[in-house]
């Protein structure tokens, strides 16, 4: 399985960007459960911005409530992550992540994560 985030990009403060992170394998049958965005920036440990089920609860970092919006689409295996006001302390790279339960080849659930988008916010 693999997951490929898209979106990041270069925004002024008060402004937008739409994350995606699209879960694939070639080859083999898998569910995706729990999928999230986390963050990084320089010197820093990796952080939980937000997640949802495969049900469709949330759960946000206190820091993004408010602004930033998980959604995902099961049916295209899709996690997406509006955010809004963004703020220059929003600047990192993200991450999107994923439980996946594979049935074929083998029978197997891992964690996955994708190759982190850089998100910059500045003037």
């Known amino acids: 399985v693999q997951l490929q985030a898209s979106g990041g990009g270069l925004v002024q403060p008060g402004g937008s960007l739409r994350l995606s992170c699209a879960a694939s394998?070639?080859?083999?049958?898998?569910?995706?459960?729990?999928m999230g965005w986390y963050r990084q920036t320089p010197g820093k440990q990796r952080e939980l911005v937000a997640t949802?089920?495969?049900?469709?609860?949330?759960n946000y970092a206190d820091s993004v409530k408010g602004r930033f919006t998980i959604s995902r689409d099961n049916a295209k295996n899709t996690v997406y992550l509006q955010m809004n006001s963004l703020k220059p302390e929003d600047t990192a790279v993200y991450y999107c992540?994923?439980?996946?339960?594979?049935?074929?080849?083998?029978?197997?659930?891992?964690?996955?994560w994708g190759q982190g988008t850089l998100v910059t916010v500045s003037s």
């Open positions: 992540n994923a439980d996946a339960h594979v049935y074929y080849p083998g029978t197997y659930t891992r964690n996955y």
């Open positions: 394998g070639s080859g083999s049958i898998f569910s995706i459960n729990n």
């Open positions: 949802i089920t495969s049900g469709g609860s949330t």
